[in-house]
C-alpha cells in the first residue's frame, strides 16, 4: 500500500509539470526603496572649553591632548545652513543611488561628483559604502549606503582640522 502512494504521489507532481505550462521569468534582482535618515545637531552658540585633568573623571596624564584629535569641533549657525543645505542636495541624489541597487565606489563618486567626495567601501565583500564631503568652514557631511537605507551626518572638523578620520587611527 505504501508503495502505490509513492507511485500515485510521483504521478501527480509529474502531472503537475506538465509542458503546457508557462516558464516562470526569473526574478529580478530589484533594489528595494531606500529610506533616508538625516542627522543635523542644533547649532552652538558658544563654545565649551576644552575639559582638563583637573578634578572630574579619573583619566590618565595627557589624555586630553593625546585624544582630542578624536573629538569633532561644534558647528555654528552659519556651518549648520550651509550642512544643511548641502544635504538637501545630496539627500535625493543618494537615495537614487540606493534604489539602483549599485553599491559601488565609482557610481556614488560619479553621482557626486560636483562636491568631491570621498567615497570608501571598508567591506569589500560587502554592499555597504561610507562617504565624506568636505565643506568650507569646517563643516563635514559624512554617511554611508546599504540597501534601502542612507544614512547622512552633519558634524564638524576632527581636531586635525579634516573631516575623514583615516583607518590607521
Known amino acids: 500500500m505504501g508503495r502505490l502512494l509513492g507511485v500515485l504521489a510521483v504521478a501527480l507532481l509529474c502531472a503537475a509539470c506538465s509542458a503546457d505550462e508557462k516558464p516562470v521569468p526569473p526574478t529580478t534582482n530589484?533594489?528595494?526603496?531606500?529610506q533616508v535618515e538625516e542627522n543635523v545637531p542644533?547649532?552652538?552658540?558658544?563654545?565649551a572649553a576644552q575639559p582638563t585633568n583637573g578634578g572630574g573623571p579619573d583619566i590618565a596624564p595627557h589624555h586630553v591632548e593625546n585624544n582630542g584629535w578624536k573629538q569633532r569641533k561644534p558647528l555654528n549657525a552659519e556651518a549648520t545652513a550651509k550642512?544643511?543645505?548641502?544635504?538637501?542636495r545630496v539627500?535625493?541624489?543618494l537615495k537614487?543611488?540606493?534604489?539602483?541597487g549599485d553599491f559601488s565606489v565609482d557610481t556614488t563618486r560619479k553621482a557626486l561628483a560636483e562636491l568631491r567626495p570621498q567615497v570608501e567601501q571598508p567591506y569589500p565583500d560587502q554592499r555597504f559604502l561610507g562617504f565624506t564631503i568636505t565643506l568650507d568652514g569646517g563643516t563635514c557631511v559624512l554617511g554611508d549606503l546599504k540597501p534601502g537605507?542612507?544614512?547622512?551626518?552633519?558634524?564638524?572638523t576632527n581636531g586635525e582640522g579634516?573631516?575623514?578620520?583615516?583607518?590607521?587611527?
Open 83 to 88: 550642512g544643511r543645505d548641502t544635504i538637501a
Open 96 to 100: 537614487r543611488v540606493c534604489e539602483t
Open 149 to 156: 537605507l542612507v544614512r547622512i551626518f552633519l558634524d564638524g
Open 42 to 47: 542644533q547649532p552652538v552658540q558658544r563654545f
Open 91 to 93: 539627500s535625493p541624489i
Open 30 to 34: 530589484q533594489a528595494a526603496p531606500c
Open 162 to 169: 579634516s573631516c575623514y578620520t583615516p583607518k590607521t587611527h
